[in-house]
């Protein structure tokens, strides 16, 4: 017992790593957005597009992600996906033209696109229910690393070496050795179970049946609303630079200590979740105080210190880290046979409209000249959402996973 504990430990920290710098990859085209606006000459709606092309690929591929974890297991799902991730972002570090940069992007979101369902089966499998949470926050805590190498990595990186494909290549050395790491430590299910849990069903009728099953509705509706809401981050460098008057190096600052919050938050979310066993009062309590310090940040004017947008972005940040309850959520509400596929379909959905949200959200910048309307649409979904969330989400901490 003590044996799988560690290798439990094992694999959660190399899965993180994996984590890390595929948030790291996916936050690059953000995090340059300024910088690759200039060198490419393009509009706000086009980097918006580029962006998307990411995100709306990875959102699509999440629904063959979850039947994926059935045909192939969360270890081969990981192990080539990841593969495909590194072609990606070599040819993202190699490319000067918009449309390779695109298709780097493409090729990055379908490599990625798996990992996130199949690393939280994998936990689902190895630890404990009162662990679960923890573990998935602690996973999730990868992404605002990975982002904050982004954020800042990139703005110090231009600075001192003139350019940020060095930082790039950097990381893409690291995704290979990890990607040997995960080949040689990954296994899909702890020997004790093995046997039991190692069954095939019939996909197309197990899709069904999730599709059907409305306990998770609430939870979709609820995550879809946090991608939607979070556009804002996807334009955080831009946003503060255009309507706060900050510089490159000072926004860089800003989001990246936001990404700090946020993996601060993650772990937090998870930890506090497990200790008070309820998942329903941190999302309802944590989403009401982003809603009001977006609405602060959306009317406070430029020329106050730094300190004062990092703060308010920090909370927000830690705030918005809410989201890492919904997989605990999902796997608590329908049986394990309906989970891979009930969050890939919730993933999925997420990615895609907040896709599609992130060029409309530039290209409303360039229509109005400022950051307003969006930044208005954004508040307005956030109260909304805590209403409906309010009255519709049901507590799900310690349910038995009843058909």
């Excluded at 991608?227 to 334009?235: E, V």
């Excluded at 309507?243 to 700090?260: A, Q, R, W």
């Excluded at 309802?284 to 009001?292: D, K, M």
Aim: hydrophobic share 50%; with cysteine.
């Amino acid at each position: 017992m003590e044996k799988q504990r560690h290798l439990a430990i094992t694999i959660l920290a190399t899965i993180c790593i994996t984590y890390f710098v595929e948030n790291f990859l996916r936050s690059a085209a953000s995090a340059l957005t300024p910088v690759l606006i200039q060198e490419l000459g393009i509009s706000r709606g086009a980097m918006g597009f580029l962006i998307t092309g990411y995100f709306l690929i990875y959102g699509i591929m999440q629904f063959p992600a979850g039947v994926l974890t059935d045909v192939l297991g969360p270890r081969k799902s990981i192990v080539w996906f990841t593969a495909l991730t590194i072609i990606g972002g070599v040819l993202f570090w190699l490319s000067y033209r918009y449309e390779l940069l695109f298709a780097a992007q493409f090729i990055m979101g379908i490599g990625t696109s798996v990992f996130y369902i199949n690393a939280i089966t994998i936990i689902g499998r190895w630890f404990p229910p009162e662990r679960k949470a923890t573990a998935v926050g602690v996973l999730s805590a990868s992404t605002g690393i990975g982002a904050f190498a982004s954020y800042m990595g990139f703005p110090l990186a231009t600075v001192m070496w003139g350019s940020w494909r060095t930082l790039y290549f950097v990381m893409l050395g690291v995704l290979v050795i990890n990607w040997v790491m995960n080949l040689l430590v990954l296994k899909d299910f702890p020997e004790t179970t093995i046997q039991t849990l190692k069954t095939r069903q019939n996909i197309l009728s197990s899709i069904k049946e999730t599709l059907m099953d409305k306990r998770l509705y609430p939870l979709i509706f609820g995550y879809i609303m946090f991608g939607l809401n979070f556009t804002l981050f996807s334009w955080a460098n831009q946003f503060l630079i255009e309507t706060k008057k900050l510089t490159y190096i000072e926004s860089g600052m800003v989001t990246s200590l936001g990404t700090i919050a946020g993996f601060i938050g993650c772990l937090a979310m998870g930890i506090l979740s497990d200790r008070i066993r309820k998942r329903r009062l941190p999302i309802i309590f944590f989403l009401g105080v982003y809603t009001l310090l977006l609405a602060g940040l959306i009317v406070i004017p430029a020329g106050y210190p730094i300190a004062t947008y990092a703060g308010i972005w920090g909370v927000m940040s830690m705030c918005g880290s809410i989201w890492v309850l919904f997989p605990s959520m999902v796997s608590e509400v329908v049986p394990p046979r309906k989970a891979s596929i009930g969050f890939g379909t919730m993933n999925g959905l997420t990615m895609i409209l907040s896709s599609l949200a992130t060029p409309i959200y530039g290209s409303l910048v360039d229509i109005t000249g400022s950051f307003f309307v969006p930044t208005i649409i954004s508040l307005g979904l956030g109260v909304f959402t805590l209403i409906i969330l309010f009255i519709f989400l049901k507590e799900s901490y310690g349910n038995a996973n009843r058909e």
